[in-house]
Each structure stands twice: as structure tokens, then as C-alpha cells.
């Protein structure tokens, strides 16, 4: 992924898309993060079928945008569950700090990007980074 996307996914929220037994199913997501190595991880406080699905088919996507610009990218990947870890551990310190015990991370959705897709309005819209 490019600066640009990262930097992007980085400053706004994210919607993350999974799919099962042909239904599926997006949720926003508030603790998330593009790790060292390029990964998307999305901590688990209220994920059950976003890791049920997971855990089914292997795959996952997100897509965030900016709302004051319109710019916008879709990742889609392979995605594992995962409840233990330096992302874990990252995403507990933040639950911890920001819910003050009131909820707990269980474990993270962690997405190998695969494709980048241009979600921005204009001439670059579908495109395949």
C-alpha cells in the first residue's frame, strides 16, 4: 500500500466486510490499525460474526473514506483471528486507556492486504492499485 492509503486509513474510521454461507455481514470499527508491516488489525470487543466469518471463509475487507474530501479505498485480503500477540497486546493497552475496564479487546482480525481499490468519486474510481 501506498503512503497515501495509509496515511488515510490511518485518520478515519473503518467499515469491515465479512462474508458466510453466502450473508454478509459489515461493521464500523473503532480500534484499528495499519501495523509496521503493512497489515490492517481490527480489535474484538463486539466482533462475534465478524470472526465467526473469519474463521469460515479466511477473507476479509475494509474500506474507510474521508468524508470532507470524498477520497476513499477498499483492502481486501486474507484475514486470520488471532487472540494473542503484539496486536493483542496493542489493542488491549488502547481498550484499557479508552473504556477503563468497562470492556475488554478478546483479539484482533488481522487483514494481509491484497487489493487496493480506489472508493473516490472521479475518474480513478475501481481502480486497482
Known sequence: MDEKVIQLLKD???SV???ADGVPNVVPV???MVTDDGKLAIGDVFLETTKQNVAACG???VSAYDPKTSEGYQVKGPAEYVT???VVDKFRAMAA???HGALAVRGAVVLTPETVIVTTPGPDNKKIL
Open 12 to 14: 478515519q474510521l473503518w
Open 17 to 19: 466486510a465479512t462474508c
Open 30 to 32: 473503532g480500534l484499528r
Open 59 to 61: 477473507r476479509a475487507a
Open 84 to 86: 494473542e500477540g503484539p
Open 97 to 99: 486507556e479508552l473504556f
